[in-house]
């Protein structure tokens, strides 16, 4: 009796069991499912745009550039004497008006600055006073030549009238090219009309800078009042050590980098190769042009650090923010599919990315070559904030180990 009451306690106990089972499958019938489809796959990390933005993350692709088999060189970017100006004036008078600002464009004969002087309108009413004289003195001198050919006037009278007719016109002629320079209508002067100031005008296209004066101040002869700069046709400088002149030539690529684009590799072309060593250092100056829809936010003196291309080598590479290193291996963060579509514009929208493992190879001027088994033509890459977004897949696996 008393094992066949222990045989009843013992069925009872394994249908409970089996009951409490299939009730919970049958309350939660989508439990493993649902787990299931929130797997994160390996190597994968996603951010919220915020976040993005937060680590100041930056999206790129990978580019093919020429690395290694380089004359490496330094120098600054430059512009052409033609391509700048300091404008300066003729005649010392008092600032009347400025119209420009330090950073203004100017247009080539746009007015600068006003300037007045009461020498401006003397040499303007000597003008109209010796013009007027100049009829007089050439029907004087007409006549005297006219008596002279018949001998009937002497030939000192008639040398006196031609020498006051050729030193008057002489004046003229002087007085006008001076108000020319000046900027004054000088037909508008001998009509009459007398003008208190005297404009400044820019020699060239280009933006103001160095303003070295305010109004009021009296400006003496030959006083450098702006600088005005072409910054369309600005180029690079580089300096070229004797041992690797003889390896650069005009028409070669020039690879290289400015600090107010970090992370951008530019790209110019030998135009120009001085022919005499300076001493200290000894190099030669070689002027490259720029792609001039690279020029934008470049200004005059800044620093460049360059490679010029001996061989033409194009490899692909990415700049050296992008590789993220873990002992020996190295990886690159790719912009999944998702990620690249765009459903919305708000913050909390959010990008995949997938960890790509790499071999690097040469590096050169802030830049890497990559090779991986995998082909990545076409494909969004991190350039910026790599490590940031390395330390995030991190965090979110051990999140998902505990």
């Known amino acids: 009796m008393k094992k066949y009451i222990i045989s009843i306690l013992i069925i009872s106990t394994i249908i409970q069991f089996l009951t409490g089972c299939s009730s919970a499958s049958e309350k939660n019938p989508e439990t493993h499912a649902e787990e299931a489809g929130h797997e994160e796959k390996p190597n994968t990390v996603s951010i919220t745009k ?35 100006a300091k404008v300066s004036t003729f005649v010392g ?88 320079l000046l900027g004054l209508n000088v037909d508008k002067v001998l009509q009459g009309e007398i003008f208190s100031s005297i404009p400044i005008k820019s020699p060239i296209n280009g933006y103001v800078s160095d303003i070295a004066i305010s109004t009021g101040d009296y400006l003496p002869p030959q ?16 300096r070229v050590y004797e041992k690797d002149i003889h390896k650069v030539h005009k028409g070669q690529k020039v690879y290289f980098t400015v600090a107010n684009k ?8 030998i135009d120009d190769i001085g022919k005499t060593f300076e001493d200290d250092p000894k190099s030669v100056h070689v002027h490259a042009s720029i792609d001039s829809k690279n020029q934008k936010d470049m200004l005059p003196g800044m620093y460049v650090e360059g490679r010029i ?4 080598k194009n490899l692909p590479v990415v700049p050296e923010e992008a590789i993220v290193s873990e002992g020996n291996e190295s ?5 999944t599919e998702n990620g690249s579509e765009e459903h919305n514009n708000t913050s909390d929208e959010r990008i995949f990315f997938e960890r790509v493992a790499v071999v690097t190879g040469v590096k050169d001027a802030g830049f890497i070559e990559i090779s991986t088994s995998r ?28």
């Open 50 to 84: 915020a976040q993005a933005e937060t680590i100041k993350l930056k999206i790129g692709k990978i580019e093919m550039k020429s690395l290694g088999n380089n004359v490496k060189v330094t120098g600054s970017l430059h512009l052409y004497p033609q391509d700048q």
């Open 93 to 180: 008078g008092n600032v009347k008006t400025i119209y420009v600002r330090e950073g203004d464009w100017v247009k080539k004969g746009q007015t600068m600055v006003l300037l007045e002087h009461p020498d401006f309108i003397q040499m303007q009413q000597e003008l109209q006073q010796q013009t007027s004289q100049l009829d007089y003195l050439k029907r004087e001198y007409e006549r005297k030549k006219a008596l002279y050919d018949e001998k009937v006037s002497s030939g000192r009278e008639y040398q006196l009238a031609k020498s006051e007719y050729l030193s008057i016109q002489s004046s003229i002629n002087a007085l006008k090219s001076k108000l020319n």
């Open 223 to 238: 006083m450098s009042l702006f600088h005005v700069t072409d910054n369309s046709k600005i180029h690079a400088d580089f």
């Open 262 to 269: 970090p992370g951008e590799l530019l790209e110019g072309q």
């Open 309 to 312: 291309v001996e061989q033409e």
């Open 331 to 335: 990886y690159i963060f790719i912009v």
């Open 375 to 402: 082909s990545l033509t076409d494909v969004k890459i991190v350039v910026a904030g790599a490590y940031s977004l390395s330390s995030e897949m991190i965090k979110g696996e051990l999140e998902h180990e505990d």
